[in-house]
């Protein structure tokens, strides 16, 4: 029995140790909570980088359509004014053609 209690020195070296390892796990522990709270802001971040990038692309839709049709503007232009080149060559040879009855009846 003479072994179970133990000496001052002993315990205060013992209370040092164990305040020492407070100290280290607290430390630990503070950086694992600024990791954790960095991860959340990070994971919030990305989160608002897909929403950005999903707007960018319907905006990208958008303007491709809208280039589309501003791509097909000459051609369809061109056809009519095709067409109306058309419309008056044989609007003109109708013409001739009923003055030419008209002149003959």
């Not at 950005?52 to 000459?74: F, T, V």
């Not at 061109?78 to 002149?103: D, T």
């Amino acid at each position: 029995m003479e072994n179970a209690y133990i000496s001052r020195r002993e315990h205060d070296e013992y209370v040092k140790r164990m305040e020492d390892e407070h100290k280290r796990l607290n430390n630990r522990l503070v950086v694992v909570e600024k990791a954790s709270k960095d991860m959340q802001e990070l994971i919030a971040n990305v989160g608002k980088m897909a929403v950005n990038m999903e707007h960018m692309i319907d905006e990208q839709r958008s303007q491709s359509e809208r280039l589309e049709s501003l791509e097909k503007l000459p051609y369809q232009n061109w056809n009519i004014i095709k067409n109306g080149v058309y419309n008056a060559i044989g609007a003109s040879i109708g013409g001739a053609i009923i003055a030419v009855l008209l002149y003959f009846l």
